[in-house]
């Protein structure tokens, strides 16, 4: 990669499109005033029940070049990251945008 674009200094670097996927997890946070309960003067406070750690996630591919953003594509619930899904769903709306937003 080095020799092939001059360490660097090629243009052709900007046309490198690159990505990786991750995992968004997305919260339902309850606030204070929420929780909040009347109890007796007397009465012990009550017991929280504490939160699993996300209410959800999900898998994004985001693709990216060296002059920023892309695209981020979403993989469908319960699916499974497969090369068939890079290739027929990433790669053909990373492309459409590449194509649409012009050679930056």
């Not at 204070?32 to 009465?43: H, Q, T, V």
């Not at 209410?55 to 002059?67: D, E, T």
Request: with cysteine.
């Amino acid at each position: 990669m080095l020799k092939r674009f001059a360490n660097g200094s090629s243009r052709a670097v900007s046309e490198i499109l690159t990505g990786d996927e991750t995992w968004i997890y997305h919260y339902d946070p309850e606030t204070k005033p929420m929780s909040n309960e009347w109890i007796e003067e007397d009465a012990p406070p009550p017991t929280k029940v504490r939160r699993a750690r996300s209410v959800g996630k999900q898998m994004w591919a985001i693709f990216f070049r060296s002059s920023g953003f892309v695209e981020a594509v979403a993989l469908e619930d319960r699916k499974t990251v497969t090369a068939d899904w890079y290739t027929t769903v990433c790669l053909p709306k990373s492309s459409q945008q590449l194509s649409h937003s012009g050679r930056r």
